[in-house]
Structure formats: structure tokens, C-alpha cells
């Protein structure tokens, strides 16, 4: 299946040759909350929530009923989640295939701030050649090349300084087979009026901006969360909120070589109090959810239970599947 989260949410103006970063947007798409929602409390468990549940939550971040409803109806037509219905109660759950790719995104998330990895100073290009008329396949092969870290150097050329995987070797070439050429190669310099340098893909400075800006947002909770004066509305609200604006940087930045980039880059800084915010109120707000839910359930409490970053980097997946879940 494609991502359970919307490529545009990042970079919504996919199809323009000379967007590299997104727009500020009013506030996160519905849609993308409550993937984040419930892969934050159910991943480890498969639970099922009542979609008046759901609701219940998304409102505490700002999304209206209806909004809440269109995106639940909206992700279970896209497979992401499973529906299950008894009399006039509904719930849902995330799909496994969902369940797989959340849980890779997760280490894919943390992993790409977790360290400074040796850069062996080979570029993995990826040259694609498809007519305009065929539109939809192109804005496939560009969401799917976002996904997995490239940028376009040049219109049809698209660069990243990691190997393609065999896994995101099928991916690609499941999009567009027969378009697409994938070279690896060492950047040669020309001189400054002449060449163009690969790091020009990325706008370094605007995701250094998006980074400070990340910092400044949350910092300053930092002692609310530390002394648990954050209640569990807020915690929820705060951890979903962090995790959905986080999720970002591993396409945003996704890695870039630490000696190109300038001094005192704030990656390490960002995934520091990204840590401190979503595991601090990690026990706070699974109580939280855990309550809300069971207000809507006719039986027993779905089984609710958050994860770590620690999780993430060891796969939540893995993990629910060697616990039984």
C-alpha cells in the first residue's frame, strides 16, 4: 500500500519543478492526526477504537466532528484502516499493511537523527523520463522518490546521498517501470559559475528554519512535561502534535551529510526535545486515551498502550509481534 500519511501534507505543491519545501498550512491534516493517534496508542496492540472514540480525541486537537468523520471515512476507502461495525457502533483499526509501514517509518523517523553516520561521498541519482501526459504516474514517482529522501537536483534527475535499498528499489519501480534509470556517483566540481552543487536540492536554510522553528514550539514545555503538570487532554494533544510535526524531518532532512551542512546543525537538538516531549508524556496521555475509549466501548476497554522513541528505533512492529499482540 502507499504511505498512510499524505505527501502533500509535506509538499503540497508536488507538481511545481521548483517546490522544495511546503507551505505553512493552517494547522495538520485530519487525516494525518489520526494515523498519528491511533499508531501512537494501538500499534503495540492491534485495538480496535469506537470511532465516536476517535472523534472524541481528534476534537481535543482542534478537528470537528465532521472533519473527524470524513477522515476516518476517507482512511478506511485508502485501506489504512480496517472497519468493524455491531448494530450502529463503529470501529477501527489500523490495517497490518499499515501497521508494516508505520512501524518502518518510525525507525526511518528516528533513525535519520539518531547519529552522524560516515558519508562515503557517493550520490545515488534516480533520471525518470515520463510524457506530461501521463500526470498521475508522475506525481506517483515524485511522492514516492519525497518519501524515501530525494530531491530534484533537475527536473527529471532526483539525488540522495544514501544507496537506493532493494525494498525502495521495488517501490520505485513499482510506480513507474520502464522510466526510470538509478546511477550512483561522485559529484565532480566545475567551479561556482559553472556547477551546480548537489546540496542545492535541498534549501538548507529553510529546514534549518523549520528546525528552529520546531525548537522554539517546544522547548518551553519542557518543564511542564519533567515536573507532570501536563494534564491528559493536553498531553495527548501535545504528544500527537509533536510526533505529526517531527514525522516531517526524515523527508525534509532525511540525513543529509553533516559535512556539508553548516555548523551547529539543530538535527541532534530537534530529536533531543522531540524525545523529551513524546516519551515524557507518553504514560499520561495512554491513560488518557485508555479512559476516553472506554467511555465508548460496550464491552471491555480497548487495549490501549503507547511506545517510546526507543520502540520506534527498535521497530513497534517487531515488538508486537513477539509480544502476541
Known amino acids: 500500500m502507499s504511505s498512510p500519511f499524505d505527501i502533500e501534507e509535506i509538499f503540497p505543491d508536488e507538481d511545481a519543478a521548483a517546490v522544495r519545501l511546503p507551505r505553512r498550512q493552517s494547522g495538520p491534516a485530519p487525516q494525518g492526526l489520526a494515523v498519528t493517534l491511533l499508531a501512537d496508542y494501538t500499534m503495540r496492540t492491534g485495538a480496535w477504537l469506537p470511532s465516536a472514540a476517535i472523534a472524541a480525541l481528534l476534537a481535543e486537537t482542534g478537528v470537528s466532528e465532521a472533519g473527524a468523520r470524513t477522515a476516518i ?50 550520490w545515488t541519482l ?7 501526459q501521463e500526470r498521475t504516474r508522475r506525481r506517483a514517482l515524485r511522492g514516492q522518490l519525497r518519501w524515501l529522501g530525494y530531491a530534484p537536483l533537475y527536473d527529471g534527475l532526483w539525488i540522495s546521498p544514501h544507496p537506493l535499498t532493494p525494498a525502495s528499489t521495488a517501490q ?91 555548523a551547529r546543525w539543530p538535527r541532534a537538538a530537534a530529536l533531543e526535545v522531540f524525545t523529551a516531549v513524546y516519551d515524557g508524556l507518553a504514560g499520561t496521555a495512554e491513560e488518557h486515551v485508555r479512559v476516553v475509549a472506554g467511555r465508548y466501548a460496550d464491552g471491555p476497554p480497548p487495549a490501549v498502550r503507547s511506545h517510546t522513541v526507543a520502540d520506534l528505533l527498535a521497530g513497534v512492529g517487531r515488538i508486537a509481534e513477539a509480544s502476541g499482540a
Open 126 to 132: 534516480i533520471a525518470f523520463s515520463l510524457p506530461q
Open 172 to 262: 520505485v519501480a513499482g510506480v513507474a517501470p520502464g522510466a526510470v534509470t538509478v546511477f550512483r556517483a561522485r559529484h565532480v566540481e566545475l567551479g561556482a559559475m559553472t556547477g551546480r552543487e548537489p546540496l542545492r536540492a535541498w534549501d538548507v536554510a529553510a529546514i534549518a528554519a523549520h528546525y528552529e522553528s520546531f525548537l522554539r514550539r517546544w522547548r518551553p514545555l519542557l518543564p511542564d512535561v519533567t515536573a507532570r503538570r501536563v494534564g491528559g487532554a493536553d498531553a495527548v494533544r501535545a504528544r500527537t502534535e509533536v510526533m505529526d510535526t517531527y514525522r516531517r524531518f526524515a523527508v525534509l532532512d532525511p540525513r543529509l551529510p553533516v559535512a556539508l551542512l553548516p
Open 73 to 122: 471515512s476517507r482512511l478506511a476507502r485508502r485501506g489504512v484502516l480496517h472497519g468493524s461495525r455491531q448494530g450502529r457502533h463503529s470501529s477501527y483499526r489500523l490495517a497490518p499493511a499499515a501497521v508494516a509501514h508505520l512501524s518502518e517509518g518510525g525507525r526511518w523517523i528516528v533513525r535519520s537523527a539518531a547519529a552522524a553516520e560516515p558519508w562515503d561521498g557517493w
